[in-house]
């Protein structure tokens, strides 16, 4: 176990919902990612929150988006959903240190199905 | 042209037998070069980190080539339990934040 928790662990929503998805990172770590991996696909970069600000994001639209908070859990909300957001949405926590950032470590992931 | 581009698969080899994965990547400033390993429904999992001196830990070897930007794991007598997706990663961007995977190579190990 990683120490990564993700809720809730499935979740089915319909085309133009909303909805958002928890992230608890490992102790010790101030740095969360977020990646949408489909099914066959490896996960991809959706961004990155260090100490609350987000300091880098992937191609991904800005009805992505995020939230960290001081204890470092964080949130990814999706706004007017798509029948392709359906996907694995993973968490990955990790520490910065020196200017650069230490193994990342993936919570359980939060599969999502659009209808 | 995909960022990080791996075999396709999958690759179907028996116990015992030796497997080679290859990765390459588009970004020559890419800082640095891992292997995950991914169960089925399950979350990736760091396997090694990939250097340019090139690096054995076991039955697995990592050697990153930053001249022609490609990566490899060599796998030396594979078991049951090796069977998973190999995930080729490249970190890019001011101290590696941005975290780019291949799109996977799936291997079946068969008794």
């Known amino acids: 176990e990683t120490g990564v928790t993700q809720s809730p662990t499935h979740l089915i929503k319909t085309r133009g919902q909303q909805v958002t998805l928890r992230c608890s990172s490992q102790?010790?770590?101030?740095?969360v990612s977020w990646y949408q991996q489909a099914l066959g696909q490896g996960p991809q970069f959706i961004f990155q929150y260090y100490r609350e600000e987000e300091n880098g994001r992937g191609n991904f639209p800005p009805r992505f988006s995020g939230l960290q908070f001081p204890n470092y859990s964080s949130e990814l909300n999706v706004n007017a959903l798509e029948l392709d957001d359906s996907a694995l949405y993973l968490c990955?926590?990790?520490?910065?240190?020196?200017?650069?950032?230490?193994?990342?470590?993936f919570g359980p992931g939060t599969r999502l199905t659009v209808l | 042209r995909k960022e990080v581009e791996q075999d396709p698969g999958p690759f179907n080899v028996p116990e015992g037998a030796t497997v080679a994965f290859n990765c390459t990547y588009s970004?020559?400033?890419?800082?640095?070069f891992f292997w995950y390993r991914q169960d089925c429904r399950k979350e990736p999992k760091l396997l090694m980190s990939?250097?340019?001196s090139g690096n054995e830990d076991g039955r697995f070897t990592a050697q990153l080539n930053r001249a022609s930007q490609y990566i490899s794991l060599l796998i030396r007598d594979s078991k049951l339990s090796d069977s998973a997706t190999y995930l080729c990663v490249v970190k890019e961007g001011t101290g590696g934040f941005k975290t780019i995977f291949g799109a996977g190579t799936r291997l079946f190990v068969k008794a």
């Open positions: 102790s010790g770590h101030n740095t």
């Open positions: 990955a926590s990790s520490s910065k240190q020196g200017g650069s950032y230490n193994e990342q470590f």
């Open positions: 970004n020559s400033a890419s800082q640095s």
């Open positions: 990939v250097y340019s």
